[in-house]
């Protein structure tokens, strides 16, 4: 055998040999808190409430070039409802409503991320007052950037809107739709830091 011949065999099998580079997973990204709400608007009447979720947690693994390692999950407090009347935030944590006693929490896990046109679409599992349902969350996305006011951070950012059936998810019946609209418009807005 020749010596190239010889010197092709061998880095055939040396290349042969080598391990496979795994890919790096998404970034975890951290929430912060100061700058991200879970919001919503409902009609009352003629008028439209507007409130937010003020505790909740979560987890954003997610990177638009690896769609199937990337991953949404959140966990809102439902006693942390403030529609910035304590009257009106009492009786939506009662068992008419929310029934936050019972009920602390609500989550939603993705379980499928895909794009569509400039959206990505979150699908998955929301787990409200015990029940699981479907749920798909449409959400944009900012790329990335440095923080202008961290030094050495990464800012990232997610928003999305859509509409939410209280009914299907038994946040109150039928004998509130003379006060309280059937459907809410949800706003999720987060800042996301690397670090």
């Not at 009492?90 to 936050?100: G, I, K, M, Q, V």
């Not at 349902?133 to 202008?148: D, E, N, R, V």
């Not at 999720?188 to 670090?195: F, N, P, R, Y």
């Amino acid at each position: 055998m020749s010596f190239f011949a010889t010197l092709a065999t061998s880095l055939s099998a040396l290349f042969l040999a080598a391990p496979a580079v795994a890919a790096a997973p998404p970034q975890v990204w951290k929430i912060d808190q100061d700058h991200s709400n879970f919001y919503f608007t409902i009609d009352h009447i003629f008028s439209k409430v507007r409130g937010s979720f003020t505790e909740y947690s979560g987890e954003v693994i997610f990177d638009p070039a690896d769609l199937a390692a990337s991953k949404l999950h959140f966990v809102v407090q439902t006693a942390s409802i403030d529609t910035g009347i304590e009257q009106r935030d009492t009786h939506l944590r009662s068992p008419d409503f929310f029934d936050a006693t019972t009920y602390p929490t609500m989550e939603f896990t993705s379980q499928n991320i895909s794009q569509q046109d400039n959206l990505y679409l979150a699908e998955g599992e929301a787990l409200v007052k015990g029940k699981k349902f479907p749920l798909t969350i449409p959400f944009s996305y900012s790329a990335p950037q440095a923080h202008p006011m961290m030094e050495g951070v990464q800012v990232m950012g997610l928003n999305a809107t859509l509409p939410i059936d209280r009914l299907v998810h038994g946040i109150g019946d039928e004998t509130t739709l003379a006060v309280v609209g059937q459907e809410a418009e949800v706003l999720i807005t987060m800042e996301l830091l690397d670090k």
